[in-house]
């Protein structure tokens, strides 16, 4: 007998990705989701009871999503089919449904992943509903966008969202010596290199894997400057009109506001680094200067608005310089929200009482009739009176005197407070005044 001729269509083990050849058999396997796969998590337990329920895994790129669908499929016994969102549209769901109700008919189910689930538009998600309430099928959808913004509220009512965590160092060490195991040697890398590969993936596996293909070949010993020059870097995860977008801005916002400099210039370049637009960063940290700052330090909104006009002069990388100083002078700031909550305190104040008149004494009076009426009479102009302060009502006749500013001890607002309440006192010893001096802050 004699040998056939391989196939020209027979693929080689070896030609086959990495990612591909490393595929896992069993959850014990999969690295770093511990927290959801042990058996006392919460996936780890359906398993153990043999009874899944539909679910959204929510990580980010090359955490393990795709392959834990898979493995849960295969350890309760369901068939498994994969639904990719950005491919897929309503004749590839009414197939799998139609043939998911076969198969319960002859007594197996099917659990449905769907990659990129938020992709779907309302229309599509809501298709789901019936199919996962009847037990048709088990949903399992994987996101890297938050869920709670991406998928409508009737669909989420109907599943269990769990968070995958990114990939530790401990993690992607794990699957370099997998990959090395395989490949049947050392990568020839450097110790420096190989911390410096790990960086490189920043968390994703998939990368991780696809990086060690690259550098295999590479003749040792690699160094991490030759690792850069032969591997390109992952580029930072970071959606400009996504969750990853907000994050960042808010991490800025929060650690300037915790008067912590070193975090704020930490989140000051994640964002530049990810691409984000150096305008919209000047433009937040104005308003920054203003809700946070305020009167504490008058010069904080100079220093952001000289920071913008800095940068629209000089553009990048220069202009960029200028922002990262406006962080740290706000940053270091006295802080204080007396001017945001006095203003919304007006506000409402203002929508409540309507269209009252200011009262006549501080109008204007430029013809004879209006003067009759009562308009500027007895008006006391302030600069001219023994202690340059009149004491007078200037609310609204019929509205009773409210404090709406209430300035802190905090920066230049400590010197406003002592005045206000300076003022205070010498409205309060007037004749007929029924106010009373505030308390200290």
């Not at 968390?203 to 390109?232: C, F, K, S």
């Not at 400590?414 to 802050?441: F, K, V, Y």
């Amino acid at each position: 007998m004699t040998e056939q001729p391989p196939s020209l269509f027979d693929v080689d083990d070896a030609a086959r990705p990495l990612a591909d050849r490393l595929r896992l058999h069993t959850l014990s396997d999969v690295v770093g989701q511990d927290h959801l796969l042990a058996a006392d998590a919460p996936v780890g337990r359906m398993v153990g009871a043999h009874h899944l329920v539909s679910m959204v895994l929510w990580g980010p790129p090359g955490c393990g999503k795709t392959t834990i669908a898979r493995l849960l499929a295969e350890k309760t016994n369901l068939a498994f089919e994969p639904l990719s969102a950005t491919f897929s549209g309503v004749a590839d769901l009414r197939r799998v449904f139609q043939t998911a109700q076969r198969r319960r008919e002859l007594g197996q189910g099917t659990l449905l992943f769907v990659d990129e689930i938020h992709r779907f538009n309302r229309a599509q998600q809501d298709s789901f509903l019936p199919y996962v309430e009847d037990g048709t099928i088990v949903l399992v959808g994987a996101t890297t966008e938050n869920p709670s913004f991406e998928l409508n509220g009737a669909l989420l009512s109907r599943c269990q969202v769990f968070v995958l965590k990114r990939l530790d160092d401990t993690a992607l060490s794990a699957l370099v010596t997998r990959a090395e195991q395989l490949l049947g040697g050392r990568l020839p890398l450097d110790d420096d290199a190989r911390h410096a590969l790990i960086a490189m993936a920043d968390g994703d596996g998939r990368y991780l894997l696809n990086m060690i293909e690259q550098v295999q070949a590479l003749p040792a010993p690699v160094d991490p400057a030759v690792l850069a020059a032969a591997v390109q870097k992952r580029a930072p995860l970071y959606d400009k009109s996504q969750e990853g977008h907000y994050n960042l801005i808010s991490a800025l916002h929060k650690s300037m506001r915790g008067s912590d400099p070193d975090a704020a210039l930490y989140w000051l370049a994640r964002m530049l680094d990810g691409g984000e637009d150096p305008l919209f960063i000047a433009r937040r940290i104005t308003r920054f200067a203003n809700e946070d700052i305020g009167l504490a330090d008058p010069n904080a909104v100079q220093q952001a608005l000289a920071a913008w006009d800095v940068y629209e002069r000089l553009g990048s990388p220069e202009g960029e310089l200028a922002i990262a100083q406006a962080v740290l002078y706000l940053a270091t700031a006295p802080k204080s929200i007396g001017v945001y909550r006095g203003f919304n305190k007006a506000w409402a104040a203002a929508k409540r009482t309507g269209s009252l008149m200011p009262p006549a004494h501080i109008l204007n009076a430029p013809t004879r009739l209006m003067k009759n009426l009562g308009y500027g009479k007895d008006y006391q102009y302030d600069p001219d009176t023994d202690t340059g302060f009149s004491g007078a009502n200037y609310f609204p006749d019929g509205l009773p005197r409210e404090t709406f500013y209430e300035p802190t001890t905090s920066g230049y607002e400590r010197a406003i407070s002592e005045r206000l309440r300076h003022w205070a006192q010498l409205r309060s010893d007037q004749p007929g005044a029924a106010t009373t001096p505030p308390e200290d802050n």
